[in-house]
């Protein structure tokens, strides 16, 4: 089983500010099959990235993935309001599928 | 517009089973595109995989928790299920139901989760 861990464990910053959230593997994820997802308090999480670096469908352009092999990074250019919020990586490369422990963006 | 709902007991006594349904609207179980998941999450916690499932019957499960779970399918209500037997409070969490793509193995479109608690 792979297995993800994601820092920081909270990340303060004020909106407009640039946010890197880390998740590293515990061994390579396959064909860099390593997606991102965002949850707010009382919802779903919602898919924001997979494959590394694709984002899904509605998914604006601020939010960008990176990396490779046993690590990978999600960046979010601009925070906007919205955008606080916990933030989950997961591996669907290999089976089982895991997830990171989370960060949670907050305001600063 | 596609959409699942969770549906099933909020509480369940220890060393029971938990029995959760997903309804599928808006659009056929019964496809090639997609596989259909359980994801659970303790109050305050991470995510865990539970389980997943295609509409001809075929389901992986997590092995942490594979010799507890079923999963099946039910394509002439739309719907699937989740069984987990012999619960501990550990058990306690949302449950989610998800649509992953066949593909890529990730969860695009989900339910909005239902709490199940274990305690007597």
């Known amino acids: 089983e792979i297995v993800l861990t994601q820092s920081p464990g909270t990340l303060s910053l004020s909106p407009g500010e640039r946010a890197t959230l880390s998740c590293r593997a515990s061994?390579?994820?396959?064909?860099?099959?390593l997606a991102w997802y965002q949850q707010k308090v009382g919802q779903a999480p919602r898919l924001l990235i997979y494959g590394a670096s694709t984002r899904a469908t509605g998914i604006p352009d601020r939010f960008g993935g990176s990396g490779s092999g046993t690590d990978f990074t999600l960046t979010i250019s601009r925070l906007e309001p919205e955008d606080f919020a916990v933030y989950y990586c997961?591996?669907?490369?290999?089976?089982?599928?895991?997830f990171g422990g989370g960060t949670k963006v907050e305001i600063k | 517009q596609m959409q699942l709902q969770e549906s099933g007991p909020g509480l369940v006594k220890p060393s029971e089973t938990l029995s959760l349904i997903c309804t599928v609207s808006?659009?056929?179980?019964?496809?090639?595109?997609?596989?259909w998941g359980w994801i659970r999450q303790p109050p305050g916690k991470g995510l865990e995989w539970i389980g997943t499932i295609f509409y001809s019957g075929n389901a992986y499960y997590n092995p942490s928790l594979e010799s507890r779970i079923a999963i099946s399918v039910d394509t002439s209500k739309n719907q699937f299920s989740l069984k987990l037997r012999s619960v501990t409070a550990a058990d306690t969490a949302s449950y989610y139901c998800a649509r992953r793509r066949g593909v890529a193995r990730v969860f695009d479109l989900w339910g909005r989760g239902s709490l199940v608690t274990v305690s007597s």
């Open positions: 808006g659009g056929s179980i019964r496809t090639s595109s997609y596989y």
């Open positions: 997961q591996q669907h490369g290999s089976s089982p599928l895991t």
């Open positions: 061994q390579s994820v396959s064909s860099s099959y």
